[in-house]
T-cell receptor, first 117, second 115 residues
Framework: GAVVSQHPSRVICKSGTSVKIECRSLDFQATTMFWYRQFPKQSLMLMATSNEGSKATYEQGVEKDKFLINHASLTLSTLTVTSAHPEDSSFYIC?????????????FGPGTRLTVL | KNQVEQSPQSLIILEGKNCTLQCNYTVSPFSNLRWYKQDTGRGPVSLTIMTFSENTKSNGRYTATLDADTKQSSLHITASQLSDSASYICVVRSATNFGNEKLTFGTGTRLTIIP
C-alpha cells in the first residue's frame, strides 16, 4: 500500500515557540492531504484539508493563523503550530489521498507527538 | 448529523480467543466503511474496506461484516494474538456526486490481549 511519512515523530518545545511538522507521500502523488489531531483516548479530529497549490480549508473552530498549512508540492504538506502553548500538546496525524487507487483512499502517517512545556 | 458509534469502548480477552467489535453509523450519503487498527502512538492502518454492496470481507484473521440496511458493521478477530492489542476504529466515508467527501470517525474500541 501507499506510504505516508511524518517528521518529526516526537517534538518537545517551549511555550511560545513555533513547530513545523512535515507530511510526505512517499510513493504516490497526493493533491489532497489532511491534518488531524488526536487527544488521549479520543478519536481523530479533522483540523484542515490541504490542497496542493491552494489555501487550506479549516474545520470550524480551528484557528488558521495558529495552525499554518502549506502544501507546496504533490508529495509534501507542512503544519506549523505557531506560538505553541501547553494546550496545543497533542498527537498530530496527517493523511494523503491517493486518487489513483481503487477506493480513492486516505493513507495515514505515523503521527507526531507534540509536547509543549 | 453524521455519527459513528462503536462498542464496546474497551475489551480485554485472553490470547487465542475470538472477539467481535461493533460499529453503528448514521452517515449519509454512504460511500464506504473502513476498519483501522491503531497501535499506541502510531497512525491508523487500514484493515478492511467495504462498499454498499459488500456484506463480508476478510483480511487474514480479521473479518468485517456490513449490513447497509441496519447501518451496522462488525469486526471479528479470530485466534487473537498479543500483537492485536490496539485501538480499532470504524470510519465511514460519505461522498457526494460533486466530489465532496468526509470521513466520520468512531471513538474506537481499545482491545487488550492478555497472555
Amino acid at each position: 500500500g501507499a506510504v505516508v511519512s511524518q517528521h518529526p515523530s516526537r517534538v518537545i518545545c517551549k511555550s511560545g515557540t513555533s513547530v513545523k511538522i512535515e507530511c510526505r507521500s512517499l510513493d504516490f502523488q497526493a493533491t489532497t492531504m489532511f491534518w488531524y489531531r488526536q487527544f488521549p483516548k479520543q478519536s481523530l479530529m479533522l483540523m484542515a484539508t490541504s490542497n496542493e497549490g491552494s489555501k487550506a480549508t479549516y474545520e470550524q473552530g480551528v484557528e488558521k493563523d495558529k495552525f499554518l498549512i502549506n502544501h507546496a508540492s504533490l508529495t509534501l504538506s507542512t503544519l506549523t503550530v505557531t506560538s505553541a502553548h501547553p494546550e496545543d500538546s497533542s498527537f498530530y496525524i496527517c493523511s494523503a489521498r491517493d486518487f489513483a487507487g481503487s477506493y480513492n483512499e486516505q493513507f495515514f502517517g505515523p503521527g507526531t507527538r507534540l509536547t509543549v512545556l | 448529523k453524521n455519527q459513528v458509534e462503536q462498542s464496546p469502548q474497551s475489551l480485554i480477552i485472553l490470547e487465542g480467543k475470538n472477539c467481535t467489535l461493533q460499529c453503528n453509523y448514521t452517515v449519509s450519503p454512504f460511500s464506504n466503511l473502513r476498519w483501522y487498527k491503531q497501535d499506541t502512538g502510531r497512525g491508523p492502518v487500514s484493515l478492511t474496506i467495504m462498499t454498499f454492496s459488500e456484506n463480508t470481507k476478510s483480511n487474514g484473521r480479521y473479518t468485517a461484516t456490513l449490513d447497509a440496511d441496519t447501518k451496522q458493521s462488525s469486526l471479528h478477530i479470530t485466534a487473537s494474538q498479543l500483537s492485536d492489542s490496539a485501538s480499532y476504529i470504524c470510519v465511514v466515508r460519505s461522498a457526494t456526486n460533486f466530489g465532496n467527501e468526509k470521513l466520520t470517525f468512531g471513538t474506537g474500541t481499545r482491545l487488550t490481549i492478555i497472555p
